[in-house]
């Protein structure tokens, strides 16, 4: 089984615990978010930590606010859009033979680490400049 046959079954799996997920947001009104934890990363040295913002950006893409979603953390805007084109690709790929070439997955994962260590380091020094 090669990268690409992986990540597709992992994100079958994750489209599953995803729609599950909103499913359970929306039955309970998105009051289940006031009951997570605070950042212990934050809570412990008092910076930003890479995912500080995440869930924020995830409630707002759930209501289709793409724009303020992007502003919370852009990479959770960045890794929705990446998903659903590789899910998309993978899915006429293997049923419809439409695609020969593999999924860029490698390149797109290392885009996706410089996005969230990029978006990091600019609230880190936003958070001492403010």
Not at 13 to 38: H, M, N, Q, R, Y
Not at 69 to 79: D, G, K
Not at 112 to 128: A, D, H, M, R, S
């Amino acid at each position: 089984m090669d990268t690409e046959q992986i990540f597709y079954k992992l994100g079958q799996i994750f489209l599953v615990i995803g729609i599950i997920v909103v499913a359970v947001l929306f039955i309970t009104d998105f009051k289940v978010i006031s009951e997570l934890p605070g950042c212990v990363f934050f809570e412990r040295t008092g910076l930003y930590c890479p995912g500080c913002g995440g869930t924020r950006a995830v409630i707002c893409l759930i209501h289709g606010d793409v724009i303020r979603s992007f502003m919370f953390h852009p990479f959770v805007v960045y890794f929705a859009f990446t998903y659903i084109l590789f899910m998309i690709y993978e899915f006429c790929k293997k049923h419809f033979k439409l695609f020969k070439k593999a999924f860029p997955v490698e390149i797109l994962i290392y885009i996706g680490i410089g996005i969230l260590i990029l978006q990091w380091i600019v609230k880190v020094i936003l958070q001492f400049v403010l």
